[in-house]
């Protein structure tokens, strides 16, 4: 066992390195030798006129960028000023110094004053101020400002004018002739103040620092706009002025003192709001950022670049992209070996690890490498049809694929096809949306081939295959390649799934018949009463023959109650008997209005004869070529089981008796539809017995077939099979039910023989 395990992997392994290499030529051989490598660039003049093969989109750099950069500028800085106050505060303190200067230098200190002898130093100067006509009294009174010292009437001296005014400009030139006027208004203040009438100053200081304010609450953000806009339109100043009686006079004076003002407001004025550029750049990168890369898409078939324009990096990167700027032709191809040898070993790798009993077939696993090589060979189809509509390669008929493969295996090797054949496409055709269409197609006839019992349902699982394709060529040929294409790729999936499920019918039966794999197909061609083989059983044994039907329909109910194969139950059952054609007369059912043979035989040579059936019925399946499955039905319907007839008769003879010579020479089932079959054997045998004897009543019947179960699984028959204790629960109900159905009582007729009515 261990030497043939052992070869059936070296033959596996050899198959898959002959798959590997086939597969390997059908997507190389014939392929279109490529140029010699392109070195075009931006600017250049096309060579020629290049199409794209297939739907793709190229991200235009430069109109993104653009895009990006005019987001980026859009974004308004009004939200991220920030204030300084901080600029308010030393803007204010300058401008108090100024007014604190003019008022500190104005009186020439005692310090600068001429000595003058005198008998007695006062501490302090004395006035005598009158008020309301009493007595005059002594008062002492510090130097003051003008606006602070209103009844001062001898102080320090004043300085002239010009070195007054010579000392503040010393500090402040950038005021200008504004020092003049203020120093000016301030010693004009001196007589106001003496006349009793309002001081000037100090209007003229809280106007610089009102209108400060209103600039910094404004906020200045433009400094030399902020300073020209002030000095271009000086604010008047409403001031009383009792001692200019000229309205004229009094207007250019207002005028000159609004001027003033303004030549010190504008020059003070500094930035003291400025932009968050940590946050205003985190905002700009953020709505570039927002903006999605723009593409250009190009359609298949759409021209790229036209001859003898010149190339656009849009247009260079789209060459790119469809690979039309190859490095070289080696590497393609050696590429396309690797792939393709990757895709034979995933699937090889794949069936190992879902069905380990193939790899002791070496013969299926051939079947599996055919299949692969002719889905390799397949993919090339859309690259030889050489037409502009590229909707045609909707066409191709990757759902074969699915059909042989659910038929030929099982619904889960039909899926792992669609790997292999999906990879395939991708090598052949570059195209996305194609792959995608071929491993969809592969896995959607799956659903309506697997439980096929009949051809009707086979032709009924062809159009719903290609109903479901039209919609998913619709739709993916909708994605990859534009809304007007999607009727066409519809109607073209539905005709190639036509055309490709009428073509792996044609394939099933040499397929099937060249590695010998026993598939629905082949089940139906066995069921029908025309199979040479039926025929003989018919001719040569009518008694068989009705028992072997009727077995086979008991075995397909059972096999349906628990989810098994009912056509192979069937099939199985319509053949197991096939051996009796050798020697008829010996088998009961058979035996219509002759004598029992085996009254004149010994037991030993009668169950000799009994056994031979199944060796005799193993040498017709080979003659009539039936499929393996079928031949197990022949090899495993009795089992090894005892016949007890004989063996009984014998030990009447002599006690002594072997039982292993009264046994068959077959195998124990090894499959739930082999130990099904053997159970309806014997049940459908037992109750014509019972028939014989007895009306049955489903009562009896129960029993009659508890005991024969019971009895097999005592004797160890049903030890190899798959068949759980649930299942056997289901198998004896359901065959129950059919022998009721067979032999259930008719009512007596008159004029008619016999107390009741048989079923035939």
């Given at each position: 066992m261990r030497a043939e395990r052992r070869n059936a992997v070296i033959l596996n392994l050899l198959v898959i390195a002959l798959t590997v290499v086939f597969v390997a030529m059908a997507l190389i051989v014939g392929r279109a030798q490529a140029a010699e490598p392109l070195d075009l660039s931006v600017g250049d003049p096309s060579p020629e006129t290049f199409l794209a093969p297939f739907f793709f989109t190229v991200e235009d750099e430069a109109a993104t960028a653009e895009a990006r950069d005019e987001a980026s500028f859009n974004v308004p800085n009004d939200a991220f000023w920030v204030r300084d106050t901080t600029v308010e505060t030393e803007v204010r303190n300058e401008v108090n110094s100024f007014f604190e200067t003019i008022d500190l230098t104005a009186r020439i200190p005692e310090s600068e004053l001429p000595v003058v002898p005198t008998t007695e130093v006062p501490e302090a100067t004395t006035t005598t101020v009158e008020e309301g006509g009493g007595e005059g009294e002594s008062t002492t009174v510090a130097p003051s400002t003008i606006?602070?010292?209103?009844?001062?009437?001898?102080?320090?001296?004043?300085?002239?004018?010009?070195?007054?005014?010579a000392l503040v400009r010393a500090e402040y030139a950038r005021f200008g002739d504004a020092v003049d006027v203020f120093v000016e208004v301030y010693r004009d203040d001196v007589d106001r103040v003496a006349a009793a009438q309002p001081p000037v100053f100090p209007v003229m200081r809280d106007e610089?620092?009102?209108?400060?304010?209103?600039?910094?609450?404004?906020?200045?953000?433009?400094?030399?706009?902020?300073q020209e806009?002030?000095?271009?339109?000086?604010?008047?100043?409403?001031?009383?002025?009792?001692?200019?009686?000229?309205?004229?006079?009094?207007?250019?004076?207002?005028?000159?003192?609004?001027?003033?003002?303004?030549?010190?407001?504008?020059?003070?004025?500094?930035?003291?709001?400025?932009?968050?550029?940590?946050?205003?750049?985190?905002?700009?990168?953020?709505?570039?950022?927002?903006?999605?890369?723009?593409?250009?898409?190009?359609?298949?078939?759409?021209?790229?670049?036209?001859?003898?324009?010149?190339?656009?990096?849009?247009?260079?990167?789209?060459?790119?992209?469809?690979?039309?700027?190859?490095?070289?032709?080696?590497?393609?191809?050696?590429?396309?070996?690797?792939?393709?040898?990757?895709?034979?070993?995933?699937?090889?790798?794949?069936?190992?690890?879902?069905?380990?009993?193939?790899?002791s077939r070496p013969k299926h696993f051939a079947l599996l490498g055919v299949l692969l090589v002719m889905a390799a060979a397949v993919s090339r189809l859309p690259e030889l049809i050489d037409v502009e509509n590229a909707n045609v390669a909707y066409a191709l008929p990757a759902v074969m694929f699915g059909y042989l493969a659910a038929i030929l295996?099982?619904?889960?090797?039909?899926v792992l096809m669609a790997v292999p054949m999906a990879i395939f496409t991708a090598i052949s055709t570059s195209d996305p949306g194609l792959t995608?269409?071929?491993?969809?197609?592969?896995?959607?006839?799956?659903?309506?081939?697997?439980?096929?019992?009949?051809?009707?349902?086979?032709?009924?699982?062809?159009a719903l295959s290609a109903a479901v394709l039209a919609p998913l060529a619709g739709a993916t040929s909708w994605m990859?390649?534009?809304?007007?294409?999607?009727?066409?790729?519809?109607?073209?999936?539905?005709?190639?799934?036509?055309?490709?499920?009428?073509?792996?019918?044609?394939?099933?039966?040499?397929?099937?018949?060249?590695?010998?794999?026993?598939?629905?197909?082949?089940?139906?061609?066995?069921?029908?009463?025309?199979?040479?083989?039926?025929?003989?059983?018919?001719?040569?044994?009518?008694?068989?023959?009705?028992?072997?039907?009727?077995?086979?329909?008991?075995?397909?109910?059972?096999?349906?109650?628990?989810?098994?194969?009912?056509?192979?139950?069937?099939?199985?059952?319509?053949?197991?008997?096939?051996?009796?054609?050798?020697?008829?007369?010996?088998?009961?059912?058979?035996?219509?209005?002759?004598?029992?043979?085996?009254?004149?035989?010994?037991?030993?040579?009668?169950?000799?004869?009994?056994?031979?059936?199944?060796?005799e019925g193993l040498r017709l399946a080979r003659q009539f070529r039936l499929p393996t499955a079928v031949v197990d039905g022949i090899r495993m319907h009795?089992?090894?089981?005892?016949?007890?007839?004989?063996?009984?008769?014998?030990?009447?003879?002599?006690?002594?008796?072997?039982?292993?010579?009264?046994?068959?020479?077959?195998?124990?089932?090894?499959?739930k539809e082999m130990a099904i079959l053997m159970i309806s054997d014997a049940c459908e045998a037992a109750a014509r017995a019972l028939a014989q004897q007895e009306d049955p009543t489903a009562d009896s019947l129960k029993k009659l077939v508890d005991s024969i179960v019971g009895e097999k699984l005592e004797d160890g028959q049903?030890?190899?099979?798959?068949?759980?204790?649930?299942?056997?629960?289901?198998?004896?109900?359901?065959?129950?039910?059919?022998?009721?159905?067979?032999?259930?009582?008719?009512?007596?007729?008159?004029?008619?023989?016999?107390?009741?009515?048989?079923?035939?």
């Open positions: 606006a602070e010292s209103t009844t001062t009437s001898t102080t320090l001296p004043l300085r002239e004018l010009e070195d007054h005014v610089v620092l009102s209108q400060l304010a209103e600039q910094f609450d404004r906020g200045v953000r433009d400094q030399s706009a902020a806009a002030v000095s271009r339109d000086p604010r008047s100043v409403f001031l009383s002025l009792p001692g200019i009686e000229d309205p004229a006079d009094r207007l250019a004076f207002r005028d000159r003192v609004a001027r003033a003002i303004a030549d010190v407001v504008s020059p003070s004025l500094r930035v003291n709001e400025e932009v968050d550029e940590a946050r205003y750049e985190a905002a700009k990168d953020d709505a570039a950022a927002d903006v999605e890369p723009i593409e250009v898409q190009f359609p298949q078939g759409a021209p790229i670049v036209a001859q003898g324009e010149l190339i656009t990096q849009v247009q260079l990167d789209a060459l790119e992209r469809a690979g039309i700027l190859i490095e070289s032709e080696g590497d393609s191809r050696q590429a396309i070996v690797a792939l393709g040898a990757i895709a034979v070993l995933l699937t090889a790798f794949f069936l190992w690890r879902i069905a380990p009993s193939e790899w295996y099982d619904p889960r090797t039909a995608i269409y071929a491993a969809a197609a592969t896995v959607a006839p799956v659903a309506f081939v697997s439980s096929v019992s009949s051809r009707r349902q086979l032709r009924l699982a062809v990859f390649i534009g809304r007007e294409a999607v009727l066409q790729a519809a109607f073209f999936a539905l005709v190639g799934g036509v055309v490709a499920g009428l073509v792996a019918q044609g394939l099933l039966s040499f397929l099937e018949n060249l590695f010998r794999v026993t598939t629905t197909i082949t089940l139906l061609d066995l069921t029908d009463r025309n199979h040479p083989a039926l025929r003989l059983i018919e001719e040569e044994a009518p008694g068989t023959f009705n028992h072997s039907i009727l077995v086979g329909n008991i075995a397909g109910k059972a096999a349906r109650a628990i989810g098994a194969d009912p056509l192979l139950a069937q099939a199985t059952a319509f053949y197991h008997d096939l051996g009796k054609t050798k020697q008829p007369q010996f088998f009961i059912e058979n035996q219509f209005g002759v004598s029992n043979p085996h009254d004149q035989l010994a037991p030993g040579e009668s169950a000799e004869i009994i056994a031979d059936h199944v060796t009795h089992g090894t089981g005892l016949m007890r007839y004989f063996y009984h008769k014998a030990l009447d003879e002599d006690p002594g008796a072997d039982p292993a010579a009264y046994r068959h020479r077959g195998e124990k089932p090894r499959r049903l030890d190899e099979s798959a068949l759980t204790f649930g299942d056997l629960t289901a198998v004896k109900q359901a065959i129950v039910d059919a022998l009721i159905g067979y032999y259930h009582t008719r009512v007596p007729y008159p004029g008619f023989p016999g107390a009741r009515v048989e079923t035939p």
